[in-house]
T-cell receptor, first 116, second 112 residues
Framework: ETGVTQTPRHLVMGMTNKKSLKCEQHLGHNAMYWYKQSAKKPLELMFVYNFKEQTENNSVPSRFSPECPNSSHLFLHLHTLQPEDSALYLC???????????????FGNGTRLTVT | AQKITQTQPGMFVQEKEAVTLDCTYDTSDQSYGLFWYKQPSSGEMIFLIYQGSYDEQNATEGRYSLNFQKARKSANLVISASQLGDSAMYFCAMRVARDMRFGAGTRLTVKP
């Protein structure tokens, strides 16, 4: 099993669809993250979960709804998206203690989302 | 608030030569980590190297080294003996507690 697995790799959805992105980590980490990467923009932190508790919501529109049922799984539920939401969505995990600033984030391969 | 700046949108280097990618940061925290990631065209983010704010020696990992100048708040990545496979986007990042923020990235192209 690779460290952080994201499914699907590619997703095309209409603006009225509802879909979910899935992320699973096998590294024993307790913090999980969603990042959005749009063309020609820096990675944008969307959500952070630590021990299943959401610790950050970076002013993300409500059409993105995260879910973290346990420290190994993270979902991003999508509904009524806009074309500008098309991007690469990256999941990551790390040790989540505040003193863990020396722990790198380990990323999945991402889901490339296209909203038509 | 944390801020990471990468001022080089694109860089070119000849194969087998060394290249330096610039990164400056700003934070009021004393404890922080600095990271470099590589992102090939396939999209995955690959962790390359880490430097802690209290580390006095520059970090090295194989052909990668991090030139850490704390007073200048800079954390430049040096890649020695560039290879064609080094062509990718490179991101500098800073972590304070659980929060990791990234710079805009530098696209490195290695020429044969």
């Amino acid at each position: 099993e690779t460290g952080v697995t994201q499914t699907p790799r590619h997703l095309v959805m209409g603006m009225t669809n509802k879909k979910s992105l899935k992320c699973e980590q096998h590294l024993g980490h307790n913090a999980m993250y969603w990042y959005k990467q749009s063309a020609k923009k820096p990675l944008e932190l969307m959500f952070v979960y630590n021990f299943k508790e959401q610790t950050e919501n970076n002013s993300v529109p409500s059409r993105f709804s995260p879910e973290c049922p346990n420290s190994s799984h993270l979902f991003l539920h999508l509904h009524t998206l806009q074309p500008e939401d098309s991007a690469l969505y990256l999941c990551a995990s790390s040790q989540g203690r505040p003193s863990s600033y020396n722990s790198p984030l380990h990323f999945g391969n991402g889901t490339r989302l296209t909203v038509t | 608030a944390q801020k990471i700046t990468q001022t080089q949108p694109g860089m070119f280097v000849q194969e087998k030569e060394a290249v330096t990618l610039d990164c400056t940061y700003d934070t009021s925290d004393q404890s922080y980590g600095l990271f470099w990631y590589k992102q090939p065209s396939s999209g995955e983010m690959i962790f390359l190297i880490y430097q802690g704010s209290y580390d006095e020696q520059n970090a090295t990992e194989g052909r990668y080294s991090l030139n850490f100048q704390k007073a200048r708040k800079s954390a430049n990545l040096v890649i020695s003996a560039s290879q064609l496979g080094d062509s990718a986007m490179y991101f500098c990042a800073m972590r304070v507690a659980r929060d990791m923020r990234f710079g805009a990235g530098t696209r490195l192209t290695v020429k044969p």
